[in-house]
């Protein structure tokens, strides 16, 4: 059975003893669940699952190096630019993660990029494209958004669902001043699960990255 925002309110309610959300109100208990919604997912970022990841496209533009990256940007795991074809047939050159200061080394003008770095919401590739309209392309892990409705479900696997509710019911034990153990055997079991899956991978090849459809992103122009 999947989730839904409600399900978890009740959830938290019941292990509160606060069914009628005479205490802790519902604005504060989606609260809790929002903020655990977003601490699975971190969890989850750290197993091999790659439950987040997106791919997306923008065009390059001439002599422009900066790039906006997309606003639920979370983490990057790849860019690489479509050097010629089209797909299935592409022609990829991956690009390399730099630091600020190695841009000394790289020579000066407009050229292939061959390499990034990121600054705030900007992914900035070097050198500047040379030419227009290239693909330019980066596989990212997007943040979950809140549930709003009660109808929203977890954006978390569905094995995974209930662990929401026990750390949004853990906060409320502690805003209450009350001991959390009655929990911690649940969650621990959660955790555990976790550990399990992030050590569990193919080692026979390296990490992959699983990728939703490619959509399009927007670039910035400074």
């Known amino acids: 059975m999947s989730y839904t925002l409600q399900t978890l309110e009740n959830q938290v309610a019941y292990l509160l003893d606060d069914l009628n959300f005479g205490y802790f109100t519902k604005t504060q208990v989606d609260f809790w669940i929002n903020n655990a919604q977003r601490e699975v997912q971190k969890r989850l970022l750290q197993t091999p699952g790659n439950w987040y990841v997106k791919r997306v496209n ?14 639920d940007f979370l983490k990057l795991h790849r860019v690489e630019l479509v050097l010629s074809g089209t797909a299935p047939n592409e022609v990829k050159g991956p ?5 600020p200061n190695e841009l ?4 000066p003008g ?9 600054l705030q919401n900007i992914l900035s590739v070097y050198p500047a494209p040379d030419t227009a309209n290239q693909t ?3 596989f990212y ?43 911690m055997g649940e969650i621990a079991l959660y955790e555990e699960m976790m550990k399990k899956d992030a050590e569990q991978r193919d080692v026979t090849r390296g990490r992959r990255i699983v ?12």
């Open 141 to 183: 892990s997007y943040l979950v958004a809140d549930m709003v409705n009660s109808t929203d479900t977890p954006d978390v696997p569905l094995q995974y669902q209930e662990f929401v509710g026990l750390l949004a019911a853990k906060q409320g034990f502690i805003k209450d001043s009350r001991d959390p153990a009655p929990l």
């Open 95 to 99: 690009l390399d993660s730099i630091t």
């Open 104 to 107: 000394d080394q790289l020579p």
């Open 211 to 222: 990728s939703t459809e490619g959509q399009s992103w927007y670039t910035a122009a400074y």
């Open 110 to 118: 407009p050229g292939t990029p061959s390499c990034w770095y990121t």
């Open 136 to 138: 330019l392309r980066i």
């Open 58 to 71: 923008t065009g390059t533009v001439y002599n422009q190096s900066d790039y906006a990256l997309p606003s």
